[in-house]
Every structure is written in structure tokens, then in C-alpha cells.
């Protein structure tokens, strides 16, 4: 089997800020391969739009990347090890600041914001600003680059490109916008988009025609998408595998119809009860009860605990890694101690009183780290910890 065009291992990235340090990413794996569209799915503050900065090396300060490897058509963006000294250090073959700048970032890997005024320039046309990230990216002369610009703006659905072509933003609408971005990640016919909120800010009817566009776009151009969103829907109406976020960490992933058929974890579940499904009538929606907590001091054991319907009593003991939970062809993980995979009798254990739900254990983990376990990038962490406390 080939490689993934994209791979993501055990990835983190973490916030040293006044309060402490924010686990933002804290250890995700996952794959794109070649023409799919893949969710990152969860509410704000679960990691996912620092998930994608982490992978496009454009974590600000105070944060940081700390442990992980992430892959790209087999270069090393992003890969840490273990140095003599036991710090972690940059691995050798991971590409420079410049390699990123120029071969990967808008040319391999393009980007999609949800706010598309933040990426296109006021006061230029919306035509000159294509034409120039045109004739930039791809050596295209002037003329060319401009008929180039015009045939992406048809592309995406633009109507009268020609005299489209002089407008400034201001003069097309949220929708209209988008589209240019779209072109514009388009243009460079990159093999990976990565789409961070980008229909967030639409109305439902426009948002249903971008996502019609980049469904058809996708099919003649054959990119593919990481797709960021907190919206269920969308992710069932475009994904094609889906990650759900929490607090940091992945803790289902899946094939689309299994998520939304099969679900095997309860934030999942609440995910798809808060809100309307097109294949199902419901008599109420049910909002997930409480708030997500702090990535400064998550909750010990299962970081859904506090808020889990399900929760017992080992839940706020054990911190259950992405395992393997259906016998079958698909692959089908969960991080959650009802199934059996986990063996750690559950069902044996107390369900967990509303008090009880943030009395916090004392965190056995489920991956073969066991308390007292610390990796390299765990004691970078610890240390800058300690500085920051001092
Ligand atoms: S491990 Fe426990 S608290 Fe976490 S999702 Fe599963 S049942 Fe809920």
C-alpha cells in the first residue's frame, strides 16, 4: 500500500503562557491519502485550527511544536528526537523556514481561513491580487497569469469574470469572497487544501453552495482536503473520514457513515444529538451539557468525564488512548473505556455522581506509558513548567 499523502504522528503542540501551559495538541495521529477529504471536527477550544498550524509549521509564540512527526508526499515537515543530552531536538531531514516558504505553503499545502478579508488585501482588485499569487507561484507571465486568473475565477463559479475581475473585496459578497480564496488556493493546483472554518461565517443557503463547489472542484482536481469545522453537518456533507476533537487529543476517528451510524464515543453521540440530521426526526435537540474545561489543567482520566453521561468512577482513573474498537475492514478507533478492547471493567464500576465528576484520579494511561512514564517532549514541557512557575 502506498503512503499517505499526508501523515501526522503523535503530534503536539503546547502554550507557555502567565496561567501555565496549554496543551493545545497534545498527541494526534492521523492520515489524508490521495483525493479524500478529511474532518477535523469538535468545538472551540477542542485544538483543531492549532492542529493545522502545527502541521503548516505556523504556530505564534508563545507557542510551540514539541513532539511529533508530520509527513508530506514523504518530507518531513515537522520531526523531533531524542537528543544525547535526552532534550528534543529537530531532526536533521526536516525542511527549513525557506523550504517551507517556497515549495510547500500555498504551492503543496494551500490554506483556506474562515475570514477571507484576513487574506485578501482591500485595497488591490480581487483580479490583481489572483493574477500576482499567479504569475508568482506558477512563473507565469503577466498576460498569462491574468487569463489564468480570469478561467479560476470562472472556475469557481464567478459570474462575468472578465468585468469581476477589477472589483475590489468590498464589492463581492461573503460568499463571492470565499470563492476567490478558493481560486486562489485552487490556482497553484496544490495536492492538499487545508480548509480551516471556511463556511463558518455564510448563511446556510450560501454555505450549501460552497460546499457543492469544492465537492465538484475536488472531483476534477483531485485535491485533497483537511477540512476543520465544529459543524456535523458539514462534515456529512462533505468528509469522507472524520476525526473528532477533544480537549486536545483525537477520540474518534472514523469513516464518515460509521461515525454518524456506529458511533462509538458519547462526546461523539452528544456532537450528533445537538444537532438537526437530515436522516433522522428528533423531538428535541440536546444541547452537550457543561463547557469544555481549560487545556491548562485538564481533567485526570478520560478528559470527556466531566461532562460524559456515561461516566463511572474508573473513567476519572484512566486516560484512554485511540484504539481499535470494531472487528472489521474499516477502520473504526475510539478512545473510551466502555468497550472491551480497553479491559478495564467497566461495567464493574461506579456510575459517577454529578459531584464526583471532578474528583480527579490519579491517571493510569491506556498506551503503554504508564504513570510515572514521562517522553522527552513531556519533560521539555515539565521544565518550562517549572520556569514559568518560578
Ligand atoms: S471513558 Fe468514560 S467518561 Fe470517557 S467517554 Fe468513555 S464512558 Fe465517558
Same mark, same amino acid.
Given at each position: 500500500?502506498?503512503?499517505?499523502?499526508?501523515?501526522?504522528?503523535?503530534?503536539?503542540?503546547?502554550? #507557555?503562557?502567565?496561567?501555565?501551559?496549554?496543551?493545545?495538541?497534545?498527541? /494526534?495521529?492521523?492520515?489524508?491519502?490521495?483525493?479524500?477529504?478529511?474532518?477535523?471536527?469538535?468545538?472551540?477550544?477542542?485544538?483543531?485550527?492549532?492542529?493545522?498550524?502545527?502541521?503548516?509549521?505556523?504556530?505564534?509564540?508563545?507557542?510551540?511544536?514539541?513532539?511529533?512527526?508530520?509527513?508530506?508526499?514523504?518530507?518531513?515537515?515537522?520531526?523531533?528526537?531524542?537528543?544525547?543530552?535526552?532534550?528534543?531536538?529537530?531532526?536533521?531531514?526536516?525542511?527549513?523556514?525557506?523550504?517551507?516558504?517556497?515549495? $510547500?505553503?500555498?504551492?503543496?499545502?494551500? /490554506?483556506?481561513?474562515?475570514?477571507?478579508?484576513?487574506?485578501?488585501?482591500?485595497?488591490?482588485?480581487?483580479?490583481?491580487?489572483?493574477?500576482?499569487?499567479?504569475?508568482?507561484?506558477?512563473? =507565469?507571465?503577466?498576460?498569462?497569469?491574468?487569463?489564468?486568473?480570469?478561467?479560476?475565477?470562472?472556475?469557481?463559479?464567478?459570474?462575468?469574470?472578465?468585468?469581476? #475581475?477589477?472589483?475590489?473585496?468590498?464589492?463581492?459578497?461573503?460568499?463571492?469572497?470565499?470563492?476567490?480564496?478558493?481560486?486562489?488556493?485552487?490556482?497553484?493546483?496544490?495536492?492538499?487544501?487545508? @480548509?480551516?472554518?471556511?463556511?463558518?461565517?455564510?448563511?446556510?443557503?450560501?454555505?450549501?453552495? $460552497?460546499?457543492?463547489?469544492? &465537492?465538484?472542484?475536488?472531483?476534477? #482536481?483531485?485535491?485533497?482536503?483537511?477540512?476543520?469545522?465544529?459543524?456535523?453537518?458539514?462534515?456529512?456533507?462533505?468528509?469522507?473520514?472524520?476525526?473528532? =476533537? #477533544?480537549?486536545?487529543? $483525537? /477520540?474518534?476517528?472514523?469513516?464518515?457513515?460509521?461515525?454518524?451510524?456506529?458511533?462509538?464515543?458519547?462526546?461523539?453521540?452528544?456532537?450528533?444529538?445537538?444537532?438537526?440530521?437530515?436522516?433522522?426526526?428528533?423531538?428535541?435537540?440536546?444541547?452537550?451539557?457543561?463547557? =469544555?474545561?481549560?487545556?491548562?489543567?485538564?481533567?485526570?482520566?478520560?478528559?470527556?468525564?466531566?461532562?460524559?453521561?456515561?461516566?463511572?468512577?474508573?473513567?476519572?482513573?484512566?486516560?484512554?488512548?485511540?484504539?481499535?474498537?470494531? &472487528?472489521?475492514?474499516?477502520?473504526?478507533?475510539?478512545?473510551?473505556?466502555?468497550?472491551?478492547?480497553? &479491559?478495564?471493567?467497566?461495567? @464493574?464500576?461506579?456510575?459517577?455522581?454529578?459531584?464526583?465528576?471532578?474528583?480527579?484520579?490519579?491517571?493510569?494511561?491506556?498506551?503503554?506509558?504508564?504513570?510515572?512514564?514521562?517522553? @522527552?517532549?513531556?519533560?521539555?514541557?515539565?521544565?518550562?513548567?517549572?520556569?514559568?512557575?518560578?
Amino acid at each position: 500500500m502506498s503512503e499517505p499523502l499526508l501523515q501526522v504522528e503523535d503530534l503536539k503542540t503546547r502554550f #507557555y503562557t502567565e496561567e501555565g501551559v496549554v496543551r493545545a495538541v497534545d498527541g /494526534i495521529s492521523f492520515t489524508v491519502e490521495e483525493g479524500e477529504i478529511v474532518g477535523l471536527v469538535g468545538e472551540s477550544g477542542a485544538g483543531k485550527s492549532v492542529a493545522v498550524s502545527s502541521i503548516l509549521r505556523l504556530v505564534e509564540e508563545p507557542g510551540e511544536i514539541v513532539g511529533g512527526e508530520v509527513r508530506f508526499e514523504g518530507e518531513l515537515l515537522v520531526g523531533f528526537e531524542e537528543g544525547p543530552d535526552g532534550e528534543l531536538r529537530q531532526r536533521d531531514e526536516m525542511l527549513s523556514n525557506a523550504q517551507m516558504r517556497k515549495q $510547500i505553503r500555498g504551492r503543496e499545502i494551500a /490554506i483556506i481561513f474562515q475570514d477571507p478579508m484576513e487574506s485578501l488585501n482591500p485595497v488591490f482588485t480581487v483580479g490583481g491580487q489572483l493574477r500576482e499569487f499567479i504569475e508568482l507561484n506558477r512563473n =507565469m507571465g503577466e498576460k498569462a497569469a491574468e487569463e489564468e486568473a480570469i478561467h479560476m475565477l470562472r472556475e469557481v463559479g464567478i459570474p462575468e469574470p472578465e468585468e469581476r #475581475y477589477d472589483n475590489y473585496p468590498h464589492e463581492f459578497s461573503g460568499g463571492m469572497r470565499q470563492r476567490v480564496l478558493i481560486a486562489m488556493a485552487l490556482a497553484c493546483e496544490p495536492s492538499l487544501i487545508i @480548509a480551516d472554518e471556511p463556511t463558518t461565517a455564510l448563511d446556510v443557503t450560501v454555505e450549501g453552495q $460552497i460546499l457543492e463547489l469544492v &465537492d465538484d472542484l475536488q472531483t476534477e #482536481y483531485e485535491t485533497s482536503f483537511v477540512w476543520v469545522t465544529h459543524d456535523m453537518g458539514v462534515v456529512a456533507e462533505i468528509c469522507d473520514r472524520v476525526n473528532v =476533537m #477533544y480537549l486536545g487529543e $483525537i /477520540i474518534e476517528q472514523a469513516e464518515v457513515d460509521d461515525l454518524f451510524h456506529d458511533t462509538k464515543h458519547p462526546y461523539t453521540s452528544a456532537l450528533l444529538d445537538s444537532i438537526p440530521r437530515p436522516d433522522e426526526t428528533v423531538e428535541n435537540l440536546d444541547p452537550i451539557e457543561g463547557v =469544555m474545561p481549560e487545556a491548562i489543567d485538564p481533567p485526570r482520566g478520560c478528559r470527556f468525564h466531566t461532562r460524559c453521561p456515561d461516566a463511572r468512577e474508573i473513567c476519572t482513573r484512566v486516560h484512554p488512548d485511540l484504539r481499535e474498537v470494531v &472487528d472489521g475492514d474499516r477502520p473504526h478507533r475510539a478512545a473510551c473505556v466502555k468497550h472491551d478492547v480497553f &479491559d478495564v471493567d467497566y461495567d @464493574a464500576s461506579e456510575p459517577l455522581a454529578e459531584k464526583g465528576r471532578r474528583e480527579f484520579g490519579s491517571d493510569i494511561r491506556t498506551d503503554g506509558r504508564g504513570v510515572g512514564t514521562r517522553t @522527552a517532549s513531556d519533560r521539555t514541557a515539565d521544565s518550562q513548567e517549572v520556569s514559568d512557575d518560578e
